[in-house]
C-alpha cells in the first residue's frame, strides 16, 4: 500500500540501531557521529502475526506470505533545521514524505556517545524536534494564508473558509503545539490537506533506555511519558542495541535463549511494529489456500471492494462478492469445507466492512 512510518530524532539516540532491529531487509549505518544517516534508509518489515502462523498450520500452504510496512531511516534532526541548520531542509522534506512518524528519543546515560545538547533531557529533546516541526509548519499555513486572503477579501466563500481554519491553525501552531492536538472536524481538514503539515502526522515515542531499565524504564522514560500524556500517544520502553542483537540472530533456538537471558517474553520489537501498524490507521485480512497463506493490510473502514483491490486493481473493479469466515471459526472448525457446513462462511457484497482477521475469497468478473 506504500505506506511508511518515519524513524526521527535529535543525533545518536539510537535511530539507525533501532532501523536495523527492525528492518528484515536492509542495514543502516550505526555510527557515534553526527548525519551517520545522510540518505533516508528504506525497509520493508514484517509485521507479526499469530494469526497467519495459526492458519498455516491448518492449511499447511507451500507458502507463507506476512504482510509488511516500510520504515524509513531519516537524518538526525539538530535545533535550527527549520532554518536549514545542519541537514534540516534533507531531514524536513524526507519527514514530509511520511504518513507517521516514530520518535527515538535518549533515555540512558552513556559518556562514550555523542551529546551536543548538554545533560541528558528527553522532554527537551522532544521539544526541540517539536519546535523544529511547528516552525516549518507555521511557514508553510502563513504562506496559504497569504494566498488564500485575497480570495476571502473577494467574496469567495471558499476562501474564507478555508482561511478561518487556516487562522486557528496559526494561532494553535503559535501556542507550541502541534496539529495532531488540535480538534479539527471532518469538514475542516480539507483546508490543510495540501500543506503535509509536518506536526499533523501521528506519533509513536520510542524511549531508547539502557540495559537495567529495559523492562521497567527509569526516570527519563517517565519523564517523557508524562510530557506526552495529553498528546493520545503510546510510549515503547526498549534497549535498541538488545533488540538489534536479537534480530540478528537466524537460529530460533538461539534467538528464545538470548531472549531467556534477558527475562523477555517476547521482542519489544513486536510491540513497535504492531503499534506502528495501528498508529497507521492499518488491518490485517487473510487469504488461505494450499500454495499461500497470505496477510494483506487494509485501512480500518474499508468495503469489501477497496479489500479486494489490495490483491489487485482488477478485482475491485469485476467485484461481485466476497466469501468470508472469521478468523475465530476458522481456527474453531480447522477448515474452509468445515466452516461452510457450519454455516460459518458469509456471502458479503459491495457494502461489507471488512474486519481485522477476516478470512476472504473474492469473486470477480472483468
Not at 311 to 338: N, R, S
Request: charged share 30%; proline share 3%.
Amino acid at each position: 500500500m506504500g505506506l511508511k512510518a518515519g524513524i526521527v530524532g535529535l543525533p545518536n539516540v539510537g535511530k539507525s540501531t533501532l532501523f536495523n532491529a527492525v528492518s528484515n531487509n536492509a542495514k543502516a549505518q550505526a555510527s557515534n557521529y553526527r548525519f551517520c544517516t545522510i540518505e533516508p534508509n528504506v525497509g520493508l518489515v514484517d509485521v507479526p502475526d499469530q494469526r497467519l502462523n495459526k492458519l498455516a498450520e491448518l492449511v499447511i500452504p507451500e507458502r507463507i506470505v506476512p504482510t509488511q510496512i516500510e520504515i524509513v531511516d531519516i537524518a538526525g534532526l539538530v535545533k535550527g533545521a527549520s532554518k536549514g541548520e545542519g541537514l534540516g531542509n534533507k531531514f524536513l522534506a524526507n519527514i514530509r514524505e511520511v504518513d507517521a512518524i516514530i520518535h527515538v528519543i535518549r533515555c540512558f546515560e552513556d559518556e562514550n556517545v555523542l551529546r551536543d545538547e548538554g545533560a541528558i533531557n528527553p522532554v527537551s529533546d522532544k521539544e526541540i524536534i517539536d519546535t523544529e516541526l511547528q516552525l516549518k509548519d507555521l511557514e508553510t499555513v502563513e504562506k496559504k494564508i497569504q494566498r488564500v486572503e485575497k480570495g476571502a477579501k473577494a467574496g469567495d466563500a471558499k476562501a474564507k473558509a478555508e482561511l478561518e481554519v487556516l487562522k486557528k491553525c496559526l494561532s494553535h501552531l503559535e501556542q507550541g503545539k502541534s496539529i495532531r492536538s488540535l480538534d479539527l472536524n471532518s469538514a475542516e481538514l480539507p483546508a490543510i490537506a495540501d500543506c503535509f503539515l509536518l506536526t499533523a502526522k501521528p506519533v509513536l515515542y520510542v524511549a531508547n533506555v539502557d540495559e537495567a531499565s529495559m523492562h521497567t524504564g527509569n526516570n527519563y522514560s517517565e519523564a517523557l511519558a508524562i510530557a506526552v500524556k495529553d498528546e493520545d500517544a503510546e510510549v515503547i520502553v526498549m534497549n535498541n542495541t538488545i533488540e538489534a542483537q536479537i534480530s540478528e540472530m537466524e537460529d530460533p533456538d538461539d534467538k528464545q535463549l538470548f531472549m531467556d537471558e534477558y527475562k523477555m517474553k517476547e521482542p519489544a520489537l513486536d510491540r513497535l511494529i504492531h503499534s506502528t501498524y495501528h498508529l497507521l490507521n492499518l488491518q490485517t485480512y487473510f487469504t488461505a489456500g494450499v500454495q499461500e497463506v497470505r496477510a494483506w493490510t487494509f485501512h480500518r473502514g474499508w468495503k469489501a471492494p477497496q479489500c479486494a483491490s489490495v490483491i489487485h486493481t482488477d478485482f475491485e473493479k469485476g467485484f461481485i462478492k466476497a466469501e468470508v469466515i472469521g478468523y475465530d471459526d476458522y481456527v474453531t472448525y480447522k477448515t474452509e469445507a468445515a466452516c461452510r457446513e457450519a454455516g460459518k462462511l458469509r456471502i458479503e457484497g459491495k457494502e461489507y466492512l471488512v474486519k481485522d482477521g477476516d478470512v476472504m475469497h473474492f469473486r470477480f468478473n472483468v
